[in-house]
């Protein structure tokens, strides 16, 4: 059982729909990231949460710690939000840390 | 905001040849630069992990006589792929952390690397 698990693996929404995106894991963190990737392979730090609730826009974060669960919204969804939403759980001990990955859900937002 | 540059964004080569990325964080200083590899439909994969001033850290299964990483200044790591085959063709991304612990990896835009 992989350490990060992302569900779905693939979603295709309309344009303006509510999207969620969840993310469970079975290890101790410090703090969660969620990363988005476009198809030209760069990645953008989305969010990097440890509790509670963070939103930057249409995106919207959230992280429980007990559940060890987290999940990211999109409201209002565009075609421009097409991308790979990635789950990542930080967990740093001493002088530097490790990411480790979900797979990856692969967001398709159509007009 | 943070920003890490990468460069370059695409290697074509032949096989046999030396390639160096380089990993620059641009406004902090990055104590700890990751290099990670992802190959095509996968998640990313930790390759080595390097600290300012020392040995890089590599993760098991990675050459890292193949895989060369110089981590010589806080804002500066470099990646070299030595004689490089086609099976090294891949994704590689750097990310840059630092310098205090509660702060997030910020993401350099990543190499396509592909060997003939």
């Known amino acids: 059982k992989n350490e990060v698990e992302q569900s779905p693996q693939n979603l295709t929404a309309q344009e303006g729909e509510f999207i969620t995106i969840n993310c469970s894991y079975s290890?101790?963190?410090?703090?969660l990231h969620w990363l988005q990737q476009h198809p030209g392979g760069g990645i953008v730090s989305l969010f990097m949460?440890?509790?509670g609730k963070k939103k930057h826009g249409r995106l919207i974060a959230t992280i429980n710690i007990q559940e060890k669960h987290s999940s990211l919204h999109i409201t209002a969804s565009h075609p421009r939000d097409s991308a790979v939403y990635i789950c990542?759980?930080?967990?740093?001990?001493?002088?530097?840390?490790?990411?480790?990955f979900g797979k990856g859900t692969k967001l398709s937002v159509k007009p | 905001g943070a920003v890490v540059s990468q460069h370059p964004s695409r290697v074509i080569c032949k096989s046999g040849t030396s390639v160096k990325i380089e990993c620059r964080s641009l406004?902090?200083?990055?104590?700890?630069m990751f290099w990670y590899r992802q190959f095509p439909k996968q998640s990313l994969m930790l390759m080595a992990t390097?600290?300012?001033?020392?040995?890089?850290?590599?993760e098991q299964g990675v050459e890292k006589d193949k895989f060369l990483i110089n981590h010589a200044s806080l804002t500066l790591s470099t990646l070299t792929v030595t004689s490089a085959h086609p099976e090294d063709s891949s994704f590689y991304i750097c990310?840059?952390?630092?310098?205090?612990?509660?702060?997030?990896?910020?993401f350099g835009d990543g190499t396509r690397l592909s060997i003939l």
């Open positions: 290890v101790g963190i410090s703090a």
């Open positions: 949460l440890s509790s």
């Open positions: 390097s600290n300012e001033g020392s040995k890089a850290t590599y």
């Open positions: 406004d902090f200083q990055a104590t700890t």
């Open positions: 990542a759980v930080w967990n740093y001990g001493g002088s530097q840390g490790n990411l480790i």
């Open positions: 990310s840059a952390w630092g310098p205090y612990s509660n702060q997030p990896q910020h």
